[in-house]
């Protein structure tokens, strides 16, 4: 058993409903490591439809618009063993999470961080930006939640420029939550090795790490593991990209791709934990 300075969180790509997938591989990392999670912090695209009619605001094709775990949650037949906070992807309901821009509890231990959110756990600020960089998009208000069944859902899916400077104003993160990928962070071959031909990231995400500083950085959204690091004036960050939790799998395949379980010592240092 570790000692009562240890404190270890757990950090998840896109889950994409897949809740008790997520909680079950959680649980299975406890008990093979005897240790306790004391929060755990998701990247976007969560899918907290509570409904059907949360599919309906949700952007993204009808045939991949599917009802997830998260009823069982939002109506309290299954509960998160600790407190989860999110951001929001490119798919989400945002029909629901646009009602609380600056976030808030979506069921009982379940936190969604708003557009721009920060909060303190364990001693570490965390600060998240939800969304992802759409060009046309970036320079415009958004439609107000209540015109949303007027309009198309890929207008909510992107984050704007007042958005990123809000984010800009916390002025320092220990952590910072991105849905996308920082620009920069990997070599057009190495892109090449995961199938991918376009540049990988955008130069807003790249700018909130240089600019906030992090110990660590957590993003989704392509749906592959990577790890990396980039040196800032300041400190070291390392940038941890996450796959997708995929409901059906058993054991542990997931941590160290869709998952990743971080040790923060007494002395504030960060270190992911390698895969059992």
């Given at each position: 058993?570790?000692?009562?300075q240890?404190?270890f969180?757990?950090?998840?790509?896109?889950?994409?409903?897949?809740?008790?997938?997520?909680?079950?591989?959680?649980?299975?990392?406890?008990?093979?490591?005897?240790?306790?999670?004391?929060?755990?912090?998701?990247?976007?695209?969560?899918?907290?439809?509570?409904?059907?009619?949360?599919?309906m605001?949700?952007?993204?094709?009808?045939?991949?618009?599917?009802?997830?775990?998260?009823?069982?949650?939002?109506?309290?037949?299954?509960?998160?063993?600790?407190?989860?906070?999110?951001?929001?992807?490119?798919?989400?309901?945002?029909?629901?999470?646009?009602?609380?821009?600056?976030?808030?509890?979506?069921?009982?231990?379940?936190?969604?961080?708003?557009?721009?959110?920060?909060?303190?756990?364990?001693?570490?600020?965390?600060?998240?930006?939800?969304?992802?960089?759409e060009?046309?998009?970036f320079?415009q208000?958004?439609?107000?939640?209540?015109?949303?069944?007027?309009?198309s859902?890929?207008k909510?899916?992107?984050?704007?420029?007042?958005?990123?400077?809000?984010?800009?104003?916390?002025?320092s993160?220990?952590?910072?939550?991105l849905?996308?990928?920082?620009s920069?962070i990997?070599?057009?071959?190495?892109?090449?090795?995961?199938?991918?031909?376009?540049?990988?990231?955008?130069?807003?995400?790249?700018?909130?790490?240089e600019?906030?500083?992090?110990?660590?950085?957590?993003?989704?959204?392509?749906?592959?593991?990577?790890?990396?690091?980039?040196?800032?004036?300041?400190?070291v960050?390392?940038i941890?990209?996450?796959?997708?939790?995929?409901?059906?799998n058993?054991?542990?395949?997931?941590?160290?791709?869709?998952?990743?379980?971080?040790?923060?010592?007494?002395?504030?240092?960060?270190?992911?934990?390698?895969?059992?």
């Amino acid at each position: 058993m570790s000692n009562t300075q240890d404190i270890f969180f757990a950090a998840v790509g896109d889950v994409h409903g897949n809740m008790h997938s997520m909680v079950r591989d959680l649980k299975i990392w406890e008990a093979k490591t005897n240790n306790q999670l004391a929060f755990v912090l998701q990247v976007g695209d969560f899918e907290p439809q509570r409904q059907e009619a949360d599919l309906m605001t949700t952007p993204g094709p009808k045939k991949y618009r599917k009802l997830g775990d998260f009823p069982d949650f939002y109506t309290g037949k299954a509960v998160f063993p600790w407190s989860i906070w999110f951001i929001a992807g490119n798919h989400e309901p945002y029909g629901f999470l646009e009602q609380m821009p600056q976030g808030g509890e979506v069921a009982y231990n379940c936190y969604y961080l708003g557009r721009v959110g920060s909060v303190t756990l364990s001693g570490l600020k965390i600060v998240g930006v939800s969304g992802i960089y759409e060009p046309k998009q970036f320079h415009q208000q958004r439609p107000d939640v209540s015109l949303i069944s007027k309009s198309s859902n890929k207008k909510y899916v992107g984050f704007t420029e007042a958005e990123i400077m809000e984010a800009i104003a916390l002025s320092s993160a220990d952590i910072l939550l991105l849905h996308d990928w920082p620009s920069g962070i990997i070599s057009s071959t190495e892109a090449q090795r995961f199938g991918w031909s376009d540049e990988v990231g955008n130069e807003y995400a790249r700018l909130l790490v240089e600019l906030l500083q992090p110990k660590l950085v957590l993003c989704g959204h392509m749906h592959q593991s990577y790890r990396t690091q980039l040196s800032c004036p300041k400190v070291v960050t390392d940038i941890c990209c996450l796959a997708n939790v995929k409901q059906g799998n058993q054991g542990m395949p997931q941590v160290g791709e869709a998952i990743a379980i971080f040790h923060l010592s007494s002395e504030g240092k960060l270190v992911e934990q390698s895969v059992l």
